[in-house]
């Protein structure tokens, strides 16, 4: 069977060697940049890559602008690796399109299971996999999301909180509960994670959005109302 391929970069040669040693346990295949530019020209020339493992501060390219990239042509999984760990470089990395955000120093065997569960949720295949309320359709096996039947372009993540929503719908979620079955992890984040991502997905899913109700000093409930 072929190994699922996963893009490392990082200018610390070290580091790099850190992450691959515990990816290569895991039985993945790893492949590697010390830089923006060459990350790029590596993701664009392998079409194989399946997840993307990004610092921030890095020569030629910085870890933001190579997200950028990527995401004008691509949805896989990006997690991204960095010493640089205030909120507003946070909230940064959501609003480009990051999937994870892990500060350094971190657990290999954290970086490891994020890995491990971005895959295993981005690689769903049953073709069966249809959620619709309320006039949103969402296709897993496609990855697709239509609102009164126009397709609706959701980031990963965004799509998987959709997808949470709808499997729960008219169930009272926790901002930890969505954390843990989203981020499939004990997310060591806090609410603002859950809060950024429900705002840009109410935004994008238009009068929708209404159904995603804010349960003040809980979480969210998704409820499709009769005659809605």
Same mark, same amino acid.
């Given at each position: 069977m072929e190994k699922i391929k996963v893009l490392v970069v990082d200018d610390e040669a070290l580091m790099r060697k850190l992450v691959k040693d515990f990816l290569v346990k895991k039985e993945y295949e790893v492949v590697e940049a010390e830089d923006g530019e060459q990350a790029l020209d590596i993701f664009y020339s392998d079409k194989a890559i399946s997840l993307v493992i990004l610092d921030v501060i890095m020569p030629k390219m910085n870890g933001?602008?190579?997200?950028? %990239? $990527?995401?004008? /042509? &691509?949805?896989? @999984? $990006? $997690?991204?690796?960095?010493?640089?760990? /205030? %909120?507003?470089? %946070?909230?940064?990395?959501?609003?480009?399109?990051?999937?994870?955000?892990? &500060?350094? @120093?971190?657990? @290999? !065997? $954290?970086?490891?299971?994020?890995?491990?569960?971005l895959l295993r949720r981005s690689n769903k295949i049953d073709t069966s996999d249809v959620l619709d309320?309320?006039?949103?359709?969402?296709?897993?096996a496609a990855h697709e999301v239509t609102v009164d039947n126009k397709p609706v372009e959701l980031s990963f993540k965004e799509f998987e909180l959709l997808s949470f929503f709808l499997e729960n719908e008219g169930i009272a979620l926790s901002r930890e509960k969505i954390l843990n079955n989203v981020w499939n992890y004990d997310y060591f984040g806090d609410a603002r994670t859950i809060d /950024?991502?429900? !705002?840009?997905?109410?935004?994008?899913?238009?009068?929708?959005?209404?159904?995603i109700k804010t349960i003040w000093g809980m979480g969210y409930k998704f409820e499709v109302l009769d005659g809605e």
């Open positions: 933001w602008q190579v997200c950028r %990239e $990527i995401r004008e /042509t &691509s949805k896989v @999984p $990006i $997690i991204m690796l960095t010493a640089k760990a /205030t %909120e507003t470089d %946070e909230l940064q990395g959501f609003e480009l399109g990051v999937d994870e955000y892990i &500060s350094k @120093p971190f657990s @290999p !065997k $954290i970086l490891a299971a994020r890995v491990d569960a309320y309320g006039g949103i359709m969402i296709n897993r /950024t991502h429900v !705002k840009k997905l109410r935004s994008k899913i238009g009068a929708k959005g209404n159904y």
